[in-house]
């Protein structure tokens, strides 16, 4: 790697932002809301049109069935003489660390579907600045033979450890969350690598996503 390269070493992301309404008769129905990261380097043009692909299918999405959905909600709560909430749609994200070699971005997605309780989405993308392609959740762990193994233990020992901090899980979690976490679907710090279950996958939808936290053997 060359690392007196500036767009190797410093990976600057900007974050591009958005605000749609939709509305029906006049009234707002929907109110959607876009930050979505944009990155520097000839090299990570791959990374732009991946975050710029995936607001464009979110906002598509939300313009058409989150809509329809949220417009129905209206009629229905005009016909029942009750008050109506505009329904939210936000997709945010953050960058959660990076160091010379890579860049661990996290994005989250809420939905507010009036006054009923957020349905949230959560995920994590690390890239090569070097080349922009994504780096390999093997790569992270410093993976060996046995190393996927490994880390489907600390999971269920993971899931023994919320229960204990009070969280609500199914009472077959240990089982479910092999089949939910996704082993693409991961972020990392320092010392940690982070991977996600989705909500309800595992416990009830109050408890939102899931996050287990792995110690990393070596820096990436």
Same mark, same amino acid.
């Given at each position: 790697?060359?690392?007196?390269?500036?767009?190797?070493?410093?990976?600057?992301?900007?974050?591009?932002?958005?605000?749609?309404?939709?509305?029906?008769?006049?009234?707002?129905?929907?109110?959607?809301?876009?930050?979505?990261?944009?990155?520097?380097?000839?090299?990570?043009?791959?990374?732009?049109?991946?975050?710029?692909?995936?607001?464009?299918?979110?906002?598509?999405?939300?313009?058409?069935?989150?809509?329809?959905?949220?417009?129905?909600?209206?009629?229905?709560?005009?016909?029942?003489?009750?008050?109506?909430?505009?329904?939210?749609?936000?997709? $945010?994200?953050?960058?959660?660390?990076?160091?010379?070699?890579?860049?661990?971005?996290?994005?989250?997605?809420?939905?507010?579907?009036?006054?009923?309780?957020?349905?949230?989405?959560?995920?994590?993308?690390?890239?090569?600045?070097?080349?922009?392609?994504?780096?390999?959740?093997?790569?992270?762990?410093?993976?060996?033979?046995?190393?996927?193994?490994?880390?489907?233990?600390?999971?269920?020992?993971?899931?023994?450890?919320?229960?204990?901090?009070?969280?609500?899980?199914?009472?077959?979690?240990?089982?479910?969350?092999?089949?939910?976490?996704?082993?693409?679907?991961?972020?990392?710090?320092?010392?940690?690598?982070?991977?996600?279950?989705?909500?309800? $996958?595992? $416990?009830?939808?109050?408890?939102?996503?899931?996050?287990?936290?792995?110690?990393?053997?070596?820096?990436?």
């Amino acid at each position: 790697m060359k690392k007196n390269n500036k767009n190797t070493v410093d990976m600057e992301v900007v974050w591009r932002k958005e605000e749609k309404k939709k509305t029906l008769t006049g009234e707002t129905v929907l109110e959607m809301s876009f930050c979505w990261p944009e990155t520097a380097g000839k090299n990570l043009k791959l990374v732009n049109r991946y975050y710029g692909r995936v607001k464009e299918e979110f906002c598509s999405r939300w313009e058409r069935e989150l809509y329809l959905r949220a417009c129905m909600d209206l009629v229905n709560k005009r016909e029942q003489v009750r008050t109506f909430s505009p329904w939210k749609a936000v997709l $945010a994200g953050e960058v959660l660390w990076q160091d010379e070699r890579c860049c661990s971005i996290v994005m989250q997605v809420k939905e507010f579907h009036g006054d009923c309780r957020a349905l949230e989405y959560r995920w994590g993308d690390v890239w090569n600045k070097e080349d922009g392609c994504p780096v390999r959740l093997k790569e992270s762990l410093s993976g060996g033979i046995g190393w996927r193994g490994n880390l489907l233990k600390s999971l269920v020992a993971s899931m023994k450890a919320l229960r204990e901090q009070g969280i609500y899980l199914d009472p077959d979690g240990e089982k479910k969350v092999q089949k939910y976490v996704s082993l693409h679907n991961f972020a990392l710090t320092q010392d940690e690598v982070i991977l996600y279950c989705p909500q309800c $996958a595992v $416990a009830p939808a109050v408890e939102g996503v899931l996050e287990f936290r792995v110690p990393r053997p070596q820096l990436v």
